[in-house]
């Protein structure tokens, strides 16, 4: 049996110091290999923990099985499931965690680079953490609470767990994804051998959030064909795709219809990259809504905005390109509201007052509600993500650690 018992904390902070940034210009799976040395770190500790069906496979996925400690052999079986990779907006290399012992409200200038400041102003939620024990990184790079703070919760759960056989539950998996942040989580999840019925991901933000609502989500590839000239003797010759593709982004509203301009429910079209030259040039869009419909909207708009800037270039031609991402896991979550009940009536017993809330944004659970697994998103304390600022709370990784030991036993006892 448990041969390491490392506290919540300890295997937060081992964690984030394993670099696993996911490279989004990568075809390989995992994008970046470097994501396998946190899955073989799991994967030993999971077995150390006395779990003996534990697999680690070609594609760096970790499963895990804790069996069920109930009478009734009728029980669903119930997944936790966190992404072990980092977003590449931010350096994860190099992390050095830092331990902010009961935070008393005043700013947070970080040691690496002193311009990082974390204060209450821009941070409001720190507001209501003083008193904790706050985890920040050195100013350098992203902390990786998002999300090796998911991760740590569900190795905490599983310690506790098993060290306490008479909390009956019934039969729980565990799995680990790479790639949450470019989009392929379950890019090669196999849905048979995680064998689960429900599950949740621990990826959320805020103490007591419970998200079962998210974007729906595209991509658009916009490629656009110029006329090749010398740009000697181009006078009424060259169609400039570079410059075509900018005047096409500048074309798009300025007061609307951006992430910079939207919130709550309000959809966007968001321009990622732009790249290419004389020639050719491409730009890259995400598309989000909330309600799926709104997509093909969307989508129809953006390119009447781009014909009419084409109209102007007789000899240019263009291509636009949708490739579908996730879509709201709303859609399937309405059909079975007990699984977001439960959670809500597991943070009640846990001491926690629930905040049903919606992601702006997707978590592998979008996916995986419509690939058979019902998986709505609990908190897990992951503030300021994708940043040098991100930062989270212990004791709100713990309370997320009494939600999960609660709603475990809930299933168990309305035994569906």
Not at 32 to 48: H, P, W
Not at 270 to 294: N, Q, W
């Given at each position: 049996m448990q041969s390491k018992n490392y506290t919540l904390e300890e295997r937060f902070i081992k964690y984030v110091q394993i670099d696993t940034t996911a490279d989004p210009n990568s075809?390989?799976?995992p994008s970046s290999m470097k994501q396998k040395d946190l899955a073989q770190v799991l994967y030993n500790e999971l077995k150390d923990l006395g779990i003996n069906d534990v697999e680690m496979d070609q594609w760096g996925y970790i499963y895990a099985t804790i069996p069920s400690t109930?009478?009734?052999s009728n029980l669903p079986t119930i997944c936790f499931c966190s992404h072990m990779d980092t977003a590449p907006d931010c350096s994860g290399t190099d992390v050095k965690p830092i331990v902010h012992r009961k935070y008393n409200g005043d700013p947070i200038t970080l040691p690496d680079d002193t311009t990082q400041v974390i204060t209450t102003t821009k941070h409001p939620y720190l507001l209501e953490?003083?008193?904790?024990?706050i985890i920040t990184a050195s100013g350098l790079t992203l902390l990786g609470a998002d999300d090796k703070a998911g991760i740590a919760i569900i190795m905490d759960f599983a310690n506790y767990i098993i060290a306490n056989p008479t909390i009956p539950h019934g039969p729980i998996?565990?799995?680990?994804t790479p790639d949450e942040e470019v989009g392929r989580g379950v890019e090669q999840l196999d849905m048979k051998k995680l064998n689960a019925d429900y599950g949740y991901t621990l990826d959320g933000a805020k103490l007591g959030e419970i998200e079962d609502e998210s974007f729906s989500a595209?991509?658009?590839?916009v490629t656009i064909h110029g006329v090749s000239a010398h740009p000697g003797y181009a006078k009424n010759k060259m169609q400039n795709a570079l410059k075509i593709a900018a005047e096409f982004i500048t074309t798009l509203p300025k007061d609307k219809w951006s992430p910079e301009t939207t919130e709550h429910r309000e959809g966007f079209v968001?321009?990622?990259?732009?790249?290419g030259g004389l020639e050719t040039a491409t730009v890259t869009f995400i598309i989000r809504d909330h309600l799926t419909e709104k997509l093909t909207e969307y989508e129809n708009r953006l390119e009447s905005i781009l014909k009419m800037v084409m109209e102007q270039y007789n000899g240019a031609s263009y291509e636009f390109e949708i490739t579908e991402q996730y879509r709201n896991m709303k859609e399937v979550l309405r059909s079975v509201p007990f699984v977001t009940d439960y959670a809500i009536q597991a943070m009640g017993k846990a001491g926690i007052t629930a905040k049903p809330t919606i992601i702006r944004g997707g978590t592998d659970g979008s996916r995986l509600s419509f690939m058979g697994l019902p998986c709505p998103n609990i908190f897990t304390g992951e503030m300021a993500i994708h940043s040098r600022h991100e930062y989270v709370s212990i004791q709100d990784m713990q309370k997320a650690v009494k939600t999960l030991v609660e709603l475990v036993q809930i299933w168990e006892q309305h035994k569906n």
């Amino acid at each position: 049996m448990q041969s390491k018992n490392y506290t919540l904390e300890e295997r937060f902070i081992k964690y984030v110091q394993i670099d696993t940034t996911a490279d989004p210009n990568s075809a390989s799976f995992p994008s970046s290999m470097k994501q396998k040395d946190l899955a073989q770190v799991l994967y030993n500790e999971l077995k150390d923990l006395g779990i003996n069906d534990v697999e680690m496979d070609q594609w760096g996925y970790i499963y895990a099985t804790i069996p069920s400690t109930s009478s009734n052999s009728n029980l669903p079986t119930i997944c936790f499931c966190s992404h072990m990779d980092t977003a590449p907006d931010c350096s994860g290399t190099d992390v050095k965690p830092i331990v902010h012992r009961k935070y008393n409200g005043d700013p947070i200038t970080l040691p690496d680079d002193t311009t990082q400041v974390i204060t209450t102003t821009k941070h409001p939620y720190l507001l209501e953490k003083i008193g904790d024990d706050i985890i920040t990184a050195s100013g350098l790079t992203l902390l990786g609470a998002d999300d090796k703070a998911g991760i740590a919760i569900i190795m905490d759960f599983a310690n506790y767990i098993i060290a306490n056989p008479t909390i009956p539950h019934g039969p729980i998996r565990i799995l680990f994804t790479p790639d949450e942040e470019v989009g392929r989580g379950v890019e090669q999840l196999d849905m048979k051998k995680l064998n689960a019925d429900y599950g949740y991901t621990l990826d959320g933000a805020k103490l007591g959030e419970i998200e079962d609502e998210s974007f729906s989500a595209d991509a658009v590839k916009v490629t656009i064909h110029g006329v090749s000239a010398h740009p000697g003797y181009a006078k009424n010759k060259m169609q400039n795709a570079l410059k075509i593709a900018a005047e096409f982004i500048t074309t798009l509203p300025k007061d609307k219809w951006s992430p910079e301009t939207t919130e709550h429910r309000e959809g966007f079209v968001h321009p990622m990259t732009i790249e290419g030259g004389l020639e050719t040039a491409t730009v890259t869009f995400i598309i989000r809504d909330h309600l799926t419909e709104k997509l093909t909207e969307y989508e129809n708009r953006l390119e009447s905005i781009l014909k009419m800037v084409m109209e102007q270039y007789n000899g240019a031609s263009y291509e636009f390109e949708i490739t579908e991402q996730y879509r709201n896991m709303k859609e399937v979550l309405r059909s079975v509201p007990f699984v977001t009940d439960y959670a809500i009536q597991a943070m009640g017993k846990a001491g926690i007052t629930a905040k049903p809330t919606i992601i702006r944004g997707g978590t592998d659970g979008s996916r995986l509600s419509f690939m058979g697994l019902p998986c709505p998103n609990i908190f897990t304390g992951e503030m300021a993500i994708h940043s040098r600022h991100e930062y989270v709370s212990i004791q709100d990784m713990q309370k997320a650690v009494k939600t999960l030991v609660e709603l475990v036993q809930i299933w168990e006892q309305h035994k569906n």
